[in-house]
């Protein structure tokens, strides 16, 4: 079993999918957009009008911001049912398209014929033989951008995410062979570990992930650089490179388009969906094309975000669209990486970036930026031990902050803000958003790590009131052995019977507890979620624990251990009620733990019996027996 495996925490309770949104505007919100009576101030070709042989002209930047024209020959058209949409093929002309092909990053680029908009350049062949592509009709793009926006509140709760059998990235079926053009994903400022682990999310995205510079942040504030509204509208013509933030600041993550039509202010772009989620708030930017990367199998655009103008609102099917004014407010993040070999007054290296407010993303971006961060700061380490403390700061309440160590590949570290900050932001109770997020690493070269090996018992018979003493051995990965005593009360009340004592490290514990006894880990309110993370069991202590007969009755979150037999009969869970399961009918009796300052993996498990009264007759032996319980060869590759 992988380090990281053995890191995942269970969760105990399906989420629900939906959007992070939020805008910073003078108003604090997104001025709506056009009503769907507007009309678009270009002429327009529909696709009943679109014949094979008609001569047509597309525009799109090949380098730096100029946009530049191109030929294409109509092919004809492809009928498509509702939810797929018709598609007008056409071919494109000149040695330039004849050498780059369709180029990811051309999604979005104006078709006209006869000098009226036809639609946008949307799709293609992976390894074609000629620059055949696929056009979106503009009756369905200006269909969204004429969509009334739906003003984010910033509430990180704005409707559900969309998927398809593909995958996220694409609600459009394939057709011999068909696909989307991908979308170049702009990578800046990631080191080569980082890279590496944003590739398959990018390519199960449909996006081509290629390495590049970024925009940035400008000034003493850290704010993304701007450009006025006039600036804007000058640069945002039919065409023009577009960009959508994803990541800002040490790292940039941007996304290049083309610019498909603009009226006013209001804009419409890509032909195709970003990720089809409806109403949404993405920061919208220039971009910078460097160059065309000519490719056997799809090329692509190879460009730069520049300025944020304003924020993509519609991201459905047929294309995304926005407006040009108000940027969407991004989320906050600070990586301090400090070297545990060094004196700990010594600086952290310190990563700062904001991240795109979208609820299944953010916590995929913020893991991304943190393995960036500590690959960058630790030079490479293949793998590394960590302690962290994460902090995720809300408004109107107090910040939820978790403190562990952890090991493994650099890519597990990650793990320790992504998964708590997934579950807060993605929450099925109530709408919740945070102010900034944060976490402070201090990282030492190797993997250390701790298992629980043995267990023994001073006796296994005990009296209420007295102690349950059992010694655990702890082995290090390289052989290392000590043992830690605990003494657990046993209740003064406690009647005859069975008792088990459980030693080991807290996400052993938690996963035990969890699958056993589900209602003790299950939240049914946020305040409740929020408690059950901060009151988690760490990693890097060794928990002992007795357990006795218990019921499990839990209400709304909270146990109640002292109810009468018949009331906890009633409100225990079904999987307690069934006799069968003796970790179901068992609840904590006592808990303590030991600081161990390593991940502790292992769990393992010893019984005793509880006795009342004096005169019960021992048989020979019981008293002072040390009963010693050792843990299972383990495979190598577990070391």
């Not at 901060?534 to 109810?563: F, I, K, N, S």
Request: glycine fraction near 12%.
């Amino acid at each position: 079993m992988s380090p990281l495996a053995r890191a995942a925490r269970p969760i105990a309770f399906v989420l629900a999918a939906g959007l992070l949104v939020g805008v910073s505007a003078p108003e604090g919100r997104l001025e709506p957009g056009p009503s769907p009576a507007a009309a678009a101030s270009i002429p327009t070709l529909g696709i009943d009008a679109i014949r094979p042989g008609q001569r047509a002209v597309g525009r799109t930047v090949f380098t730096g911001n100029t946009i530049e024209e191109f030929e294409l020959e109509i092919v004809g058209t492809l009928p498509g049912g509702r939810a797929e949409g018709a598609m007008i093929l056409a071919r494109a002309l000149g040695p330039r398209m004849e050498h780059d092909g369709i180029a990811a990053g051309m999604s979005g680029s104006p078709i006209y014929v006869d000098g009226k908009l036809i639609g946008a350049l949307a799709f293609g062949w992976p390894f074609s033989r000629d620059a055949l592509c696929g056009i979106q009709p503009i009756a369905d793009m200006l269909a969204v951008m004429q969509t009334p926006d739906r003003a984010p509140g910033g509430s990180f709760d704005d409707g559900p995410i969309l998927t398809t059998q593909a995958g996220p990235e694409s609600a459009i079926p394939v057709r011999a062979g068909l696909e989307r053009l991908r979308t170049p994903l702009t990578a800046g400022g990631f080191p080569p570990a980082a890279f590496a682990a944003l590739a398959p999310w990018a390519d199960a995205h449909g996006f081509t992930l290629v390495r590049g510079g970024g925009g940035g942040t400008s000034g003493a504030t850290g704010a993304p650089a701007r450009v006025a509204p006039e600036a804007a509208r000058a640069a945002l013509a039919p065409g023009a490179a577009i960009a959508v933030d994803l990541m800002r600041g040490d790292m940039n993550l941007a996304a290049i388009g083309t610019l498909t039509h603009r009226d006013g202010d209001r804009i419409v772009a890509f032909g195709h969906p970003f990720f089809q989620i409806g109403d949404v708030a993405y920061p919208l930017a220039l971009a910078d094309v460097t160059t065309i990367v000519a490719n056997d199998q799809s090329s692509f655009k190879l460009g730069t975000p520049g300025a944020q103008v304003g924020a993509i609102t519609q991201d459905r099917r047929a294309a995304v669209a926005g407006s040009i004014g108000p940027i969407p407010r991004m989320l906050p993040m600070t990586v301090l990486v400090r070297d545990g070999r060094r004196p700990a007054a010594d600086a952290p290296a310190a990563y700062r970036f904001d991240l795109l407010r979208h609820r299944l993303l953010v916590a995929q971006l913020a893991s991304i930026g943190v393995v960036g961060a500590l690959a960058d700061a630790s030079g490479g380490l293949p793998e590394a031990t960590w302690r962290y403390r994460a902090t995720v700061r809300f408004p109107g309440r107090a910040p939820l902050v978790l403190e562990d160590t952890a090991g493994g590949p650099i890519n597990a570290a990650s793990t320790a803000l992504a998964a708590p900050l997934r579950l807060l932001l993605d929450n099925p109770f109530a709408p919740l958003t945070a102010d900034s997020v944060g976490l402070d690493l201090t990282v030492w070269p190797g993997m250390a790590q701790g298992h629980v090996e043995a267990l023994r018992l001073a006796s296994t018979i005990v009296r209420p009131g007295q102690g349950v003493t059992v010694v655990a051995t702890v082995r290090d990965r390289r052989g290392g052995e000590r043992e830690i005593a605990f003494t657990l009360p046993v209740p003064n009340d406690q009647p005859d019977g069975r008792l088990v004592v459980a030693v080991g490290g807290g996400g052993e514990l938690d996963r035990q507890e969890a699958a056993r006894m589900p209602a003790r880990h299950r939240a049914a309110t946020l305040d409740a979620l929020i408690a059950r993370l901060a009151d988690r069991r760490r990693d890097d202590h060794l928990y002992a624990t007795l357990y006795g007969p218990g019921l499990e009755p839990v209400v709304d979150g909270v146990p109640y251990p002292d109810l009468p037999d018949f009331a906890q009969r009633m409100l225990a869970t079904e999987r307690a009620n069934r006799p069968t399961d003796p970790w179901g009918r068992l609840s904590p009796l006592a808990e303590k733990n030991r600081d161990v300052a390593v991940p502790v993996v292992g769990l393992l498990t010893l019984t005793v019996e509880v006795r009342r009264h004096p005169d019960a007759p021992v048989r020979a032996g019981e008293r002072g027996a040390i009963p010693v319980l050792r843990a299972p060869e383990r495979d190598e590759e577990d070391n």
